[in-house]
């Protein structure tokens, strides 16, 4: 087997499921997020509830924005590096707060190749790329707090097919073809 096939083989694995453990919405702009138990995804637009589905994009498929999902394990690191105790993840403005997974490597390697996240039983995201963060970093989380974000701000995503998703379901990355 050559090296190229064996990395082909490698994106597409994962060494088990990762859990939703938060739901945030953003109901406007500028507003407080609000934590929710459970939320309802819709194809195209993302979160019923969130101000980036309020209105749909003129982007075939809808806007590579839709859900933004963030790592549980990086919220110690921005703590580390903003120097405070620890970071609420409702501070970062993500709607999906993850464990269990690495959510980097969910983003395909190969375009023709893609990685899909399940999330319960009906929900299906395309990671579209990472979530940079805002210059609001720096109010929310001190001086430096926006650096203190680069390479741990998450990633966006893209709703395949909507469906309802509750704090505590499992997600998984598979390639389309998976059940």
Known sequence: MSETANLHQL???????????????????????????????????????????AKPSAQIGGSDRQVTLIQAEHMPAVAAFTQKGQVDPAWLRRNLLVS???????????????IILRIGSAVVLEITGPCDPCSRMEELLGPGGYNAMRGHGGMTARVLHGGHIQVGDAIRCTPPSAS
């Open 11 to 53: 994106v597409q694995q994962f060494a088990h499921a990762g859990r939703l453990d938060a739901i945030y919405l953003r109901p406007a702009r500028l507003e407080p997020v609000v934590s929710v138990q459970q939320a309802e995804l819709v194809p195209e637009r993302g979160l019923v509830g969130d101000h980036k589905a």
């Open 100 to 114: 269990g997974l690495n959510l980097l490597a969910a983003k395909a390697l190969f375009h023709d190749e893609p």
